[in-house]
């Protein structure tokens, strides 16, 4: 949300938020998150209730994680193409239906196998177009001078699903043991079900949410040519239509794109458009390093302390995950604001890149720093020393994923703009399915002991590190006009 122009001293006034919108897309997303984060802190345990030895846990987990993204790598797409033909509000209310019955789905499995747990995963992914849709809806319900803060908020609510999801899942997995008004045969019998029926609820509140109070946003006939704005000889398939057209023109327009071929969707040209693969492949990146910490961080923490890992409980690893997701929640949008203004976009994502990589680099040392000063590893300085890293990191993390954000709204017109979400998700789907058996496999290996240092316990958090690197290295390639929307002056 720069608050001047490039080159010139114009103060541009912020536009104010549309805030029902933006609050109903916080909670769909939000609902979203919870989905994906609630079964962290118990996976670890839940697969070996279902018999998988410690050396396995790790892939274990990584199949059931992985599925979720191997579903998005299927469909996300087809929901991007989707939403650019039928329209935004009938796809995210579909995906998030979906979602609750795919949720109940996996709540019945965890008490099953992991293959069904698997299974489960897998279709609500599949399933889920909301999250590349709803970053659509956003770009169209701002503009350049408000899009960044809406960004900003909308990736709040991940934070906010790390808060709530991990929290639920931490405690309230095996709730009949721990709660005794929570003792119920049904409850005693699926010890990992109840927190995620409680976040099925969640997403059939925001279904009832989005039905009421998101219209639809897409609209073909004031489609501006991007090929006059912005000299992208390749993009011939979108007609000419300036904003002195006829109406009757504008329809005309209108009406050959939607009958285009479901299958082209204009794949080559935002695939042949140098900015648009660097924004695509940045998404991708920023996905392997996030899944693989995050996936990694609760598996670490759960491990006994005699292999290396922090030895922590269900409830432990949810109050951790609630301290650093509060931490972003506060402090990312302001935050942003704040540097957005001095810095621009572009040199804000190598910044907080930078940073996101030395907390990952820092985070697996911090126990052996507070061993050397004589504290133990699971003692109030170390365990201290240890959020402030993470929360930190997570921070900056998503600083980096609110500009990419930013980047593929501005990369392309209103027509093509769910297309480009999609695809944006499905490169990072395909990585996001095999990252956390790559680096549930890593893990098991380096857990074994024997290892020295980058090569022990720390290695899939250095992979972590040196993936965000790569980010703020491939940044460099996109041109300070990004930081304005498509067609903008």
């Not at 924004?279 to 006994?304: C, H, K, R, T």
């Not at 409830?315 to 951790?320: A, H, R």
């Amino acid at each position: 949300m720069r608050t001047e122009k490039r080159g010139g001293s114009t103060p541009l006034k912020q536009t104010p938020l549309p805030k029902a919108k933006i609050a109903t897309i916080f909670i769909l997303l939000f609902s979203n998150a919870a989905v994906s984060t609630a079964p962290f802190p118990f996976l670890p345990f839940m697969v070996a209730d279902m018999g998988v030895s410690l050396e396995e846990t790790g892939t274990a987990v990584g199949l059931i994680a992985g599925g979720r993204f191997a579903g998005n790598l299927l469909c996300s797409w087809l929901w991007g193409i989707a939403a650019d033909r039928w329209g935004r509000r009938p796809c995210i209310l579909i995906s998030v239906f979906s979602q609750c019955v795919c949720t109940v789905f996996f709540a019945y499995s965890t008490s099953q196998s992991v293959a069904m747990a698997t299974a489960a995963r897998t279709l609500g992914g599949a399933l889920n177009g909301a999250v590349p849709i709803s970053k659509t809806y956003v770009g169209e319900i701002t503009d350049s001078t408000n899009q960044g803060l809406a960004m900003t908020l909308i990736t709040a609510s991940w934070g906010a699903g790390l808060v709530l999801g991990p929290a639920l899942g931490g405690f309230l997995s095996s709730a009949a043991t721990k709660y005794p008004f929570l003792d119920y045969p049904i409850i005693r019998a699926n010890p990992y079900a109840l927190p995620m029926v409680v976040v099925a609820t969640i997403c059939l509140v925001a279904a009832i949410l989005g039905w009421v109070f998101l219209p639809e946003t897409l609209d073909r006939s004031k489609i501006v040519d991007a090929q006059a704005l912005r000299g992208d000889e390749d993009e011939g398939q979108l007609a000419k239509v300036s904003t002195g057209d006829s109406a009757g023109s504008r329809r005309d327009t209108a009406a050959a794109a939607l009958h285009a071929p479901l299958c082209t969707a204009w794949l080559p040209p935002l695939l042949r458009d140098p900015t648009r693969y660097t924004i695509v492949l940045l998404y991708a990146v920023l996905s392997i390093q996030g899944i693989g910490f995050d996936e990694m961080y609760n598996v670490w923490l759960a491990a006994p302390l005699e292999a290396g890992g922090m030895g922590y409980s269900t409830d432990d690893i949810g109050t951790t995950l609630v301290i650093y997701g509060v931490s972003q929640i506060c402090i990312t949008a302001p935050l942003f604001q704040l540097l957005e203004k001095r810095l621009g976009m572009v040199l804000l994502f190598q910044c907080s890149a930078v940073v996101t990589a030395g907390c990952y680099f820092f985070f697996p040392l911090v126990p052996r720093v507070t061993g050397y000063l004589g504290y133990a590893p699971r003692s109030a300085v170390t365990w201290t020393l240890m959020v402030l890293t993470v929360s930190i990191a997570r921070i900056s993390n998503g600083i980096t994923f609110v500009i990419q954000a930013v980047f593929t709204n501005n990369s392309v017109d209103q027509l093509r703009r769910g297309a480009m979400n999609g695809l944006s998700m499905t490169l990072a789907a395909s990585v996001r399915s095999v990252t956390p058996l790559i680096f549930g496999w890593t893990f098991g290996v380096t857990l074994s002991g024997g290892h020295i240092w980058p090569f022990d316990i720390s290695l899939v958090f250095t992979l972590s590190a040196v993936f965000m690197l790569h980010a703020a290295h491939v940044s460099s390639g996109i041109p300070l006009s990004i930081e304005t929307q498509y067609g903008s002056d």
